[in-house]
Protein backbone atom coordinates (compact mmCIF):
# COMPACT_ATOMS: atom_id res chain seq x y z
CA UNK A 1 0.00 0.00 0.00
CA UNK A 2 1.53 3.48 -1.24
CA UNK A 3 1.77 5.68 1.47
CA UNK A 4 2.63 9.42 1.48
CA UNK A 5 3.38 11.68 4.61
CA UNK A 6 3.89 15.16 4.46
CA UNK A 7 5.87 17.23 7.14
CA UNK A 8 6.99 20.81 7.84
CA UNK A 9 3.64 22.40 8.35
CA UNK A 10 3.01 25.01 11.25
CA UNK A 11 2.14 28.82 12.38
CA UNK A 12 4.23 31.93 11.35
CA UNK A 13 3.23 35.33 10.90
CA UNK A 14 2.97 37.04 7.60
CA UNK A 15 6.36 37.44 5.50
CA UNK A 16 7.40 34.64 6.91
CA UNK A 17 8.67 30.99 5.51
CA UNK A 18 7.90 27.34 6.06
CA UNK A 19 9.53 24.51 3.76
CA UNK A 20 7.10 21.23 3.17
CA UNK A 21 8.08 17.84 2.50
CA UNK A 22 6.82 15.14 1.39
CA UNK A 23 8.19 11.14 1.61
CA UNK A 24 6.79 8.07 0.13
CA UNK A 25 6.77 4.53 0.92
CA UNK A 26 4.93 1.29 -0.31
CA UNK A 27 5.91 -1.62 -2.30
CA UNK A 28 6.97 -0.96 -5.59
CA UNK A 29 6.40 2.97 -4.55
CA UNK A 30 9.28 5.36 -5.78
CA UNK A 31 9.11 8.85 -6.86
CA UNK A 32 11.56 8.02 -9.75
CA UNK A 33 8.57 6.37 -11.36
CA UNK A 34 6.22 9.15 -10.85
CA UNK A 35 5.47 11.40 -14.02
CA UNK A 36 3.88 13.99 -12.20
CA UNK A 37 3.96 15.34 -8.36
CA UNK A 38 2.53 18.08 -6.74
CA UNK A 39 1.44 20.01 -3.87
CA UNK A 40 -2.29 21.02 -3.32
CA UNK A 41 -4.05 23.09 -0.71
CA UNK A 42 -7.58 23.34 0.71
CA UNK A 43 -8.39 26.09 2.94
CA UNK A 44 -11.72 25.94 5.34
CA UNK A 45 -14.43 26.22 3.28
CA UNK A 46 -13.23 26.12 0.03
CA UNK A 47 -12.57 23.41 -2.86
CA UNK A 48 -8.54 21.90 -3.23
CA UNK A 49 -6.68 23.87 -5.11
CA UNK A 50 -3.34 22.71 -6.90
CA UNK A 51 -0.65 25.06 -5.74
CA UNK A 52 2.35 24.06 -7.63
CA UNK A 53 3.51 20.88 -9.46
CA UNK A 54 6.74 19.38 -11.28
CA UNK A 55 6.95 16.88 -13.94
CA UNK A 56 9.43 14.20 -14.76
CA UNK A 57 11.44 16.32 -16.80
CA UNK A 58 11.86 18.82 -13.64
CA UNK A 59 9.13 21.46 -15.49
CA UNK A 60 7.10 23.35 -13.07
CA UNK A 61 4.12 24.96 -13.16
CA UNK A 62 2.72 27.36 -10.12
CA UNK A 63 -0.78 28.65 -9.32
CA UNK A 64 -0.83 31.96 -10.13
CA UNK A 65 -1.22 33.03 -6.44
CA UNK A 66 2.27 31.99 -5.13
CA UNK A 67 4.33 32.34 -8.16
CA UNK A 68 7.47 34.32 -7.50
CA UNK A 69 7.07 33.15 -3.59
CA UNK A 70 7.14 29.52 -3.58
CA UNK A 71 9.40 26.69 -5.11
CA UNK A 72 9.06 23.34 -5.50
CA UNK A 73 12.13 20.90 -5.73
CA UNK A 74 12.77 17.23 -5.36
CA UNK A 75 15.51 16.16 -2.91
CA UNK A 76 17.86 13.63 -2.08
CA UNK A 77 17.97 11.83 -5.42
CA UNK A 78 14.26 12.14 -5.92
CA UNK A 79 13.14 10.64 -2.77
CA UNK A 80 11.86 13.96 -1.27
CA UNK A 81 9.19 16.34 -2.51
CA UNK A 82 9.20 19.71 -1.33
CA UNK A 83 7.48 23.29 -1.03
CA UNK A 84 9.72 26.31 0.09
CA UNK A 85 7.05 29.17 0.79
CA UNK A 86 8.37 32.60 1.11
CA UNK A 87 5.96 35.59 2.12
CA UNK A 88 3.54 33.89 3.35
CA UNK A 89 -0.04 35.71 3.34
CA UNK A 90 -3.09 34.86 5.41
CA UNK A 91 -4.20 33.97 2.03
CA UNK A 92 -1.79 31.09 2.19
CA UNK A 93 -3.82 29.22 5.38
CA UNK A 94 -4.80 25.87 4.50
CA UNK A 95 -4.21 22.33 4.91
CA UNK A 96 -1.38 21.33 1.99
CA UNK A 97 -1.09 18.44 0.35
CA UNK A 98 1.24 16.19 -1.29
CA UNK A 99 -0.11 14.50 -4.31
CA UNK A 100 1.60 12.41 -6.79
CA UNK A 101 0.71 9.95 -10.29
CA UNK A 102 2.46 8.11 -12.90
CA UNK A 103 1.00 10.32 -15.69
CA UNK A 104 2.44 13.45 -16.58
CA UNK A 105 2.12 16.54 -15.92
CA UNK A 106 0.55 18.38 -19.05
CA UNK A 107 1.10 21.77 -20.14
CA UNK A 108 -1.81 23.14 -17.57
CA UNK A 109 -1.91 23.03 -13.87
CA UNK A 110 -2.99 19.63 -13.16
CA UNK A 111 -6.36 19.56 -11.44
CA UNK A 112 -6.66 16.82 -8.14
CA UNK A 113 -8.23 14.55 -10.35
CA UNK A 114 -5.07 13.67 -11.74
CA UNK A 115 -3.14 12.14 -8.92
CA UNK A 116 -4.06 8.70 -7.71
CA UNK A 117 -1.76 8.88 -4.80
CA UNK A 118 -2.36 11.42 -1.88
CA UNK A 119 -0.75 12.28 2.22
CA UNK A 120 -2.92 13.40 4.56
CA UNK A 121 -1.70 16.83 4.60
CA UNK A 122 0.01 19.20 6.79
CA UNK A 123 -1.44 22.82 8.05
CA UNK A 124 -0.48 25.66 7.50
CA UNK A 125 -1.37 28.68 9.00
CA UNK A 126 -0.35 32.71 8.86
CA UNK A 127 -0.95 35.04 11.35
CA UNK A 128 -1.18 38.79 11.22
Known amino acids: QVQLAESGGGSVQVGGSLRLSCVGS???????????MGWFRQASGKQREGVAV???????RYADSVKGRFTISTVNAKTTLTLQMNSLKPEDTAMYYC???????????????????WGPGTQVTVSS
Open 26 to 36: GYGYSMNYMGC
Open 99 to 117: ATDVRRCGPAMPTRWSFNY
Open 54 to 60: IDADGST
